[in-house]
């Protein structure tokens, strides 16, 4: 028997309900002669760090479902098919701005303020959006910060910002909401870890945009170990 509560998961209830529901097909299943020996939990656990709720948290709720409706020495095997949880950590999306628009908003006090007591917002322009590998962005509950790649002040104002993609289509938005971000200029990058996961495979070629270009890196503790094998790797 298997199950999937649906990716990106954000009650870990629906596990504990899923499993309890799981026992009572067991027993329909066993009463009409079924073999059942095995429950497959599916995915839908967490990809990011620091999401809400955490790995950990799920983990428990699920140990103690487990425990109450399949209780170990059964006989009963479990196994779980994490997809976004091994997939999202491996890659990072870096984007570049591409155009940059100032829109000044009257009446709005806090960040952002310009001299003549306006509000200021930024729209940015990214050379990858919506269509290509952040489709999965505006299902997500809370906005992914990226991580800015500029020299700024320590404390640099921050400005309400809307990310769009490059394609002029309306929906080619990073996010529903503004995020707050520096002033930032045309040619800075922005890096948004963990992207592993429901990215490029959901990116399509709309308005003639080509795929994401895919860059390969290996982190020094491959290369020692690649050595330590036998296969010699030129510098870099
Ligand atoms: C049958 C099945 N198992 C596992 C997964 C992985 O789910 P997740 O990435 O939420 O862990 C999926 C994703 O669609 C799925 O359809």
Redesign the pocket.
């Known amino acids: 028997l298997?199950f999937?509560v649906?990716?990106?998961?954000q009650n870990p209830h629906s596990f504990a309900q899923a499993i309890a529901d799981s026992r009572r097909v067991f027993e329909m299943g066993r009463g009409v002669g079924h073999d059942m020996s095995l429950l497959?939990i599916?995915?839908?656990?967490p990809?990011v760090k620091g999401s809400e709720p955490e790995f950990e948290e799920m983990a428990r709720v699920i140990n103690a479902a487990l425990a109450q409706d399949f209780p170990e020495g059964t006989g009963m095997e479990v196994i779980a098919?994490?997809?976004?949880?091994?997939?999202a950590p491996v890659c990072v999306a870096a984007v570049n701005i591409i155009a940059k628009k100032a829109v000044l908003q009257p009446g709005r006090t806090r960040s952002g303020c310009s001299e003549s007591g306006g509000h200021r917002k930024l729209l940015y322009y990214l050379n990858e959006g919506h269509y290509g590998t952040f489709r999965s962005f505006l299902r997500d509950h809370v906005p992914r910060m990226p991580i800015v790649v500029k020299e700024l002040c320590s404390k640099p104002p921050l400005f309400p910002c809307i990310l769009y993609g490059p394609t002029c289509d309306a929906f080619d938005k990073f996010f529903n909401k503004e995020v707050q971000l520096p002033e930032l200029d045309v040619g800075d990058w922005l890096i948004f870890p963990s992207m592993g996961?429901?990215s490029s495979v959901m990116s399509s070629t709309f308005n003639g945009f080509p795929p994401a270009t895919i860059c390969y890196m290996m982190g020094p503790e491959l290369r020692y170990l690649r050595r330590a094998q036998g296969s010699e790797l030129g510098p870099g």
């Open positions: 298997s999937h649906g990716s990106g998961c497959d599916g995915g839908g656990f990809g098919e994490p997809g976004r949880f091994y997939a996961a429901y």
